[in-house]
């Protein structure tokens, strides 16, 4: 049973995968500047990268419109235009490899086996104790559900006794199992929190009824949506749900000298007007900020 449900996982994620193929072909008009190597920003890169240059960006999975898997090593999206162009900066190619949940990338490189995780990824101060985050977006956080929201899911006090689904060891997921004690203690259900190790799996939970809700990132969400048919809408919108401010950048160990080169590069690719040809061409005009920042985010999950 657990064998069919898993291949049935399996061919619907590439099923949708194909689906958001569309989307970057259409991407594709869009001409990305190419960038000339800035000397003193290579630099401050570790002298064992600048030697064989070459970094190692992680992800853990597809989390369009950033990041879209194209196998085992491929990456396109929002995410790997600018990798690519901040590479370009550094003076470096930046390969990608992609591993299983947040925590397979936070291991990952405290083991030294990656040097940075584009992401983009959440900064949070209980992140900051042992990683440092290179941001360059703002994201808000809602619900996809399915069309007509048959489960009348628009706030975390809807959730009581619903099948929300969320990203494993995210922000979203401790936010919901907060709100499911604030349930219990109010004398209401439960919330059944679903954690998934990726977007897809995540999105086609809801879709195939197996979830009531997904709880994410708009930016995301926003894209599955556009690509879902009219078969699902987005909820929450314009509300705090649970979170403050959110900053989301690329995620490198604490205190690790590619940071400085990396906010740098970033830098560079503001003032140049890359970063927002790559936001744009993407559509995410919506989660620009106006200058990259290390650890940005000050206020923890409420």
Known sequence: MMAKQLRQAAVLTAALLSVSSLNTFAAESVAIPTQTMDPAIHAKLPADIQKSGVMTSVNNGSFPPYEIVTGSNGLDGASADLSHALGEVLGVKIEHASVTGLSGILSGMAAGRYQMGIGPIGDYPDRQAKNDFVDFVKEFVVFGVRKGNPEKINALDDTCGKRIAVMAGGSAEQVIRKQSEVCVKDGKPAVTVQSFSDQPTSILAVRSNRSDAFFSSQAPLTYFVEKANGQLELTGTGKSNGFGDIYQGTVVPKDSAVRDA????????????????????????????????????KAQPK
Request: hydrophobic share 45%; aromatic share 12%; charged share 15%.
């Open 262 to 297: 990396i906010l740098a590069g970033y830098q560079k690719l503001f003032d140049n007007g890359t970063y927002a040809i790559i936001m744009k061409k993407w559509g995410l005009e919506g989660n620009m900020i106006q200058a990259p920042g290390i650890n940005l985010a």
